[in-house]
């Protein structure tokens, strides 16, 4: 399995409340990526980032923001929680190699 | 813009049979990656197998075999000799050349193999 580690796996939280979400990878890989993905649907892009202090926007529209401080970190952060928000997401890294990338476990975020 | 469809949403198997999953896909470009992910219940998506368009060779992996035909954009993957523990969600990708940035995703298929 991948080193690519993402808490917290289950979170249940009200609206209006800030919440991030955590991604840490050890294999010293450059891209990182955060897909959303609905139960029974196809993975979304959302953000990605190509190495340090640098930060995109993916093919689908989200309030969260990322930031990228450190190779192998790559936090999400809502900062206000809303019913919406709630889904699966997964973060994943890739290494310059090639076009593989390995996902972490997931986060599943629920909006109450 | 590139699309993948997988048109079956999910399939049962008995263990130790056969089972091909379809994949179709849209594109104008020339030069691709095609993948299959596999993501069990709670766990890690992970790699199964990956297909470079250029190459008219169909990639194998052990028990994971793709049919490949790069006219009719068609990627299907077959699982020989069925196990429990392929029990999962399979995705089926497509990428362009130069960065999974790209990486389109269809939408999945929940294979169940049974004892």
């Known amino acids: 399995e991948a080193d690519i580690y993402q808490t917290p796996r289950y979170l249940v939280i009200g609206t209006g409340k800030k919440i991030t979400l955590e991604c840490s990878q050890t294999?010293?890989?450059?891209?990182m990526y955060w897909y959303q993905q609905d139960p029974g649907m196809e993975l979304h892009l959302i953000h990605y980032s190509y190495g340090v202090n640098s930060t995109e926007k993916g093919d689908l529209s989200s309030e969260s923001t990322v930031s990228r401080i450190r190779t192998e970190h790559f936090p999400l952060t809502l900062e206000s929680a809303r019913p919406s928000h709630t889904s699966q997401y997964l973060c994943?890294?890739?290494?310059?190699?090639?076009?593989?990338?390995?996902f972490g476990e997931g986060s599943w975020l629920t909006v109450v | 813009a590139q699309t993948v469809t997988q048109s079956q949403p999910e399939m049962s198997v008995q263990e130790a049979e056969t089972v091909t999953l379809s994949c179709t896909y849209d594109t104008s470009e020339s030069n691709y990656y095609l993948f299959w992910y596999k993501q069990p219940p709670s766990r890690q998506m992970i790699l199964v197998i990956r297909?470079?368009?250029?190459?008219?060779q169909n990639a194998t992996e052990n028990r994971f075999s793709v049919n490949f035909q790069k006219a009719a954009k068609s990627f299907s993957l077959k699982i020989s000799d069925s196990q429990l523990g392929d029990t999962a969600m399979y995705f089926c990708a497509f990428d362009l050349q130069g960065g999974s940035e790209k990486l389109v995703f269809g939408k999945g298929m929940k294979l169940t193999v049974n004892p």
């Open positions: 994943a890294s890739e290494g310059s190699s090639g076009n593989t990338i390995y």
């Open positions: 297909q470079e368009a250029y190459k008219q």
């Open positions: 294999m010293g890989h450059d891209k």
